[in-house]
Structures are given as structure tokens and as C-alpha cells.
């Protein structure tokens, strides 16, 4: 790592906030692999001192596997709720012992406080939000004193509370990193079977996401993998991800992940439903889904009333788009870190070549300085996290920049233009 970024980033002559610096981090580092950031933050500190919090879910053996095979000692947090299945335990011992992770640590919820706040230990099924306040929250946030950084296994694919996920995020006075945001599901299986990694024993059973034993069910075919978490409820999360309930506070105080919807200079209303690969059944409403759920299910998306748009990755082929440009009222297509740019060319491939001229958004990693080349390649709206850029847009403030090195879709004059200009100049004049 740079000297120069190692200052910044732990404290040298220029100090940072936290929020600035886990900013930082993910343009510096967001982009690279998985096996490079973990080196970043496990071995070069970048983020500070680091842990990994793990439930020893049915995928949590791959960040384990990977942690181990890095820095092995590093600290890794289990959450104790006290509500868990046995066999969640047996794994994690299992792990424990087959990766040889040197310094696992067991959080759990104080006696006195679970005796007063959940006496019966039925707080679950009256108040789901807080019981994790007091099983899960709380004891992460004791856990977590004295660490800098905590790294997550989190993953975009696994339910639409977390297409958002960032490699690096700010969340409740820690950095927290998620070397795996952008997995998918078949390198998830790949990695398992490659490295020949145990798999959690009730995943034969049917339960593909696990947690406390009273709120997780089986999954049914066709589900999100997240669809057997609290079920019959709207609780979406445990908390200690999206949200954070404050000590003694209620539901209404809890802080939501932010992400705003810019268009034509002003924040708007989103009525899209950004749908991920499995989710089921899909609602009639407005409805973006993943261009490879585009190709598997084209004639029932396009039967359905609501209109309907598609999420393009980085590096996924317009082609098998082009067809259906006139049935799509949006195409989303993603920024995943701040150095990838592939979008650009998307957004202007689909504008000049293919005269696409419904909504192009722009997702993920979208920044003010950003933004103002983004309209010149034809994108239109914008969905923001960054909460420094949410700040400056609704407060109208624009980044100012006015000349740019690559061509857009408006014709105007780039920096390479400007300087042909002035090579020319000194010839004209001298014929």
C-alpha cells in the first residue's frame, strides 16, 4: 500500500473520519479481487485492526477458508443468541478446527439483561426487532470495542436489502467490509466444491439461510434464499447489517441504509422494485430484474401489466437486449467501484449504436464528480448511497466540471479536441 494512502488512511499527518476513510478504501481498493482486499485489510491494515463476524451459516466456510488462508489468527466473532441451532454449533466447531482458525470469540447477550428483557425467552415472537437488538446487537457492538474494522460475508445476489452492498461501508462507528459483495451463487458452489469445504448439516434439509432456530424455516422451491428468515413477518434483516436500533430505543428509531433517486436535478420518488435472481412471486408493479432473469423469463415479464427494466452488469452482452429495447422502459446499469468504468460505454453504446431512448440509471458506486459525465453518456437518473454526494445534491450543489477526456453522446469538445486545436493553431497562422 501507498505510503501516502497509509497516512491518510490510519491517521499519519492527515486525519480522516471514518466515513471519509472507509470512502477511500473502497476507490482505493474496491475494485480488486477478493483474495486482494482481505490482504489489504488483514495483512497491511488499511482499515486499522480487524475482525470477521461469522453465524456459521450455510456459507459462511468461503470467508472463513479465505481469512484462514491469509492471516489465521485473526479474530473471528460468533454472535451466541442463545436461540441457535445445534447443528449451527457443531459447524462452527467444525470449522474451527478443520481451518485452523486460532482465535474465534464467542459474543452472547448478558444473563442479567436477557433475564430482564426477555424473561420468558419468547421476545422473538412478539418482537423480533428486539430480540436482535438484545441478542445480536448489542453483543456485536461489545465485541467490536477496540477493533477498527469488521469484515461480513454478505453478498448482493442474496436478497434485495443487500443489492447496495459495497466492498467497503461506514455503519455505526466501524468500517465494515464485504470482500464478497459481488459474488454470485455459482462461484459460491465453486469455491465450496474446489477447496471441498463442509456444508452446514440442515442445508440438505432445505434451509439455505440460517439463523436463530425460531426464526428460520426451510426455504420452498422458487424462493429467495433469505425467503425462510422470519417468515410471516416484514423483518427483512437482523439488524446488525441495514439498521441499528440505539439502546433503549424502538422500532421508529431505527436508521435505514439510504439510497436516493436523482433525475433531471431533482430527488424523485422510486416506484421500481429492483428484483434480484430468485425472487418469487414477482409483484405487479414496476420491476427491474437482472438481464439473466431477462433471458430465462422474457414472456412472462413482458405479460405482465406492470413495465418492466433490466439490470446490466459490467462485461454482460447488449446483444441479447437489442430485440427488446422498445418493451424496456429503464436499463440499470452498475458501477461496482469507482475505478469501473465499463458503464460509460454500456450507456453510450445503448444511446448511439442501438438508439435506446427509455431511462438509463446509474447504480452502485455513483459520486458527484461523477455524475455530470455520466448525462453526457446518456445516463438520466441516478441512484445514490455516498452520503457526502447525497448531501451536495440536495443541497443542488453540482461538481463544476466542464471539460472531459472521453467522447459522450452530446458532441461536445473533450481536452483532446482542445489540444489537436492548439496543435493546429501555430500551422494555420503560418501558411
Not at 463476524?53 to 473471528?76: K, N, Q, R, Y
Not at 448478558?110 to 428486539?130: I, N, V
Not at 446487537?137 to 460475508?153: K, R
Not at 426455504?219 to 446488525?240: H, M, N, Q, S
Request: charged content about 25%; overall charge neutral; some cysteine.
Amino acid at each position: 500500500m501507498p505510503s501516502e494512502l497509509k497516512s491518510l488512511l490510519q491517521g499519519g499527518e492527515v486525519v480522516v473520519g471514518k466515513q471519509t476513510q472507509a470512502a477511500v478504501l473502497h476507490h482505493a481498493f474496491g475494485a480488486l479481487d477478493t483474495e486482494q482486499v482481505l490482504r489489504a485489510v488483514l495483512v497491511d491494515r488499511a482499515a486499522g485492526r480487524p475482525a470477521v463476524v461469522t453465524s456459521f451459516g450455510t456459507e459462511a466456510a468461503v470467508l472463513l477458508h479465505l481469512t484462514a488462508g491469509i492471516a489465521p489468527d485473526t479474530p473471528v466473532i460468533f454472535i451466541d443468541t442463545g436461540k441457535h441451532f445445534g447443528e449451527t454449533k457443531r459447524y462452527g466447531q467444525a470449522l474451527k478446527e478443520r481451518l485452523g482458525l486460532k482465535d474465534v470469540r464467542i459474543a452472547a447477550p448478558g444473563r442479567a439483561e436477557t433475564t430482564q428483557k426477555d424473561p420468558d425467552g419468547l421476545l422473538h415472537a412478539s418482537d423480533p426487532d428486539r430480540c436482535c437488538a438484545l441478542r445480536k446487537q448489542g453483543p456485536l457492538q461489545a465485541a467490536l470495542q477496540g477493533f477498527d474494522c469488521w469484515i461480513s460475508g454478505r453478498k448482493r445476489y442474496q436478497s434485495n436489502t443487500r443489492r447496495q452492498t459495497q466492498v467497503f461501508e461506514f455503519e455505526g462507528g466501524h468500517i465494515k467490509v464485504n470482500p464478497l459483495a459481488a459474488w454470485t451463487p455459482g462461484e459460491v458452489q465453486d469455491y465450496f466444491d474446489t477447496h471441498a469445504l463442509p456444508r452446514h448439516a440442515l442445508e440438505k434439509d432445505g434451509y439455505l439461510s440460517i439463523g436463530c432456530m425460531p426464526c428460520t424455516d426451510r426455504v420452498r422451491p422458487g424462493e429467495d434464499a433469505r425467503a425462510g428468515r422470519w417468515r410471516g413477518t416484514e423483518k427483512l434483516e437482523c439488524g446488525i447489517h441495514t439498521r441499528t436500533l440505539t439502546p433503549g430505543g424502538s422500532a421508529a428509531s431505527e436508521k435505514e441504509t439510504i439510497m436516493a433517486l436523482f433525475k433531471n436535478g431533482q430527488e424523485i420518488k422510486d416506484d421500481w422494485l429492483i428484483a434480484d435472481t430468485e425472487q418469487r412471486p414477482l409483484p405487479q408493479r414496476p420491476l427491474i430484474v437482472p438481464l439473466q432473469r431477462w433471458k430465462q423469463e422474457r414472456d412472462t415479464l413482458l405479460a405482465r401489466s406492470a413495465p418492466v427494466g433490466v439490470t446490466v452488469e459490467p462485461g454482460e452482452n447488449l446483444e441479447v437486449l437489442v430485440a427488446d429495447l422498445e418493451h424496456l422502459q429503464v436499463v440499470r446499469v452498475t458501477f461496482p467501484s469507482f475505478t469501473d468504468g465499463r458503464a460509460y460505454s454500456t450507456a453510450r453504446t445503448l444511446r448511439e449504436r442501438y438508439r435506446f431512448s427509455g431511462e438509463i440509471r446509474a447504480a452502485g458506486d455513483v459520486l458527484l464528480d461523477q455524475i455530470q459525465f455520466m448525462q453526457r453518456c446518456g445516463i438520466d437518473a441516478f441512484e445514490v448511497t455516498h452520503e457526502p454526494t447525497l448531501r451536495r445534491l440536495r443541497s443542488g450543489q453540482g461538481a463544476g466540471v466542464d471539460l472531459f477526456y472521453q467522447p459522450t453522446v452530446d458532441g461536445r469538445a473533450t481536452i483532446g479536441d482542445f489540444r489537436q486545436k492548439a496543435d493546429a493553431e501555430p500551422h494555420r497562422l503560418a501558411s
